[in-house]
């Protein structure tokens, strides 16, 4: 079955490390993000990426980093430079608009806690 | 840049119908998509509009008025599993296109 892939689902962190969470979709899109979002809040877009060795800085990416070396996989990495880290950690892809039937799915989210 | 509003909060009655409204304003207007969220939960995507009108599938439909910066979900015969975040985001053109979302619009159904 295709879909998007989030791993783990929870995620303990000691103050002082980094932490990388892993996003693979077997979706053949071309795009994919990485959004946080804390309690009560909306998502807020950290890193996005259009195409493979490619990615653009959202809103809040100060603190983490990204990389794009295959279509399928987004990893995201939470550096110690990230000052408040606990939240729960949604990626998504999509299909180009110029694809019939645009859509963007997610996968089932990591909740990240530093301990 | 992008900037999206929605209504933070409605409650509404089983079986009523509901419209939840989101404004934008973007540069570079893609498409808007509307999504489902559970607490706790991941979103669930409900919907894609790229041209204005009317889309429709289910209890639920989409509507999109470009011109206006202007989009709704509407929810029919509303049941209690419909208590739910709402999340209207927007898609811009070009090869950097952001999906940006609003704060979201929680709703609450009532027996």
């Known amino acids: 079955d295709g879909g998007i892939t989030q791993s783990p689902k929870y995620l303990f962190r000691k103050e002082g490390q980094n932490v990388t969470l892993s996003c693979e979709q077997n979706?053949?899109?071309?795009?994919m993000y990485w959004y946080r979002q804390d309690p009560g809040q909306g998502l807020r877009l950290i890193y996005y990426?259009?195409?493979?060795?490619?990615?653009q800085k959202g809103d809040i990416a100060e603190g983490y980093s990204v990389s794009r070396e295959k279509k399928e996989s987004f990893p995201l990495t939470v550096t110690s430079a990230q000052k408040n880290p606990t939240a729960f950690y949604l990626c998504?892809?999509?299909?180009?608009?110029?694809?019939?039937?645009?859509?963007?799915?997610f996968g089932q989210g990591t909740r990240l806690t530093v301990v | 840049g992008q900037n999206i509003d929605q209504p933070t909060e409605m409650t509404a009655t089983e079986g009523a119908i509901v419209q939840i409204n989101c404004t934008y304003q973007?540069?570079?207007?893609?498409?808007l998509f509307w999504y489902q969220q559970h607490a706790g939960e991941a979103p669930t995507f409900l919907s894609y509009?790229?041209?204005?009108g009317l889309e429709e599938k289910g209890r639920f439909s989409s509507f999109l008025s470009r011109s206006k910066g202007y989009s709704y979900l509407l929810l029919k015969e509303l049941q209690m599993k419909d208590s739910a975040s709402y999340l209207c985001?927007?898609?811009?053109?070009?090869?950097?296109?952001?999906?940006?979302f609003g704060q979201g619009t929680t709703l609450q159904v009532k027996p």
């Open positions: 998504a892809s999509s299909r180009p608009r110029d694809r019939v039937n645009t859509e963007a799915f």
């Open positions: 990426s259009q195409i493979v060795n490619d990615f």
């Open positions: 979706l053949n899109h071309d795009a």
């Open positions: 509009n790229v041209l204005d």
């Open positions: 985001a927007t898609l811009n053109s070009g090869n950097t296109g952001k999906l940006i």
């Open positions: 973007t540069s570079g207007f893609n498409g």
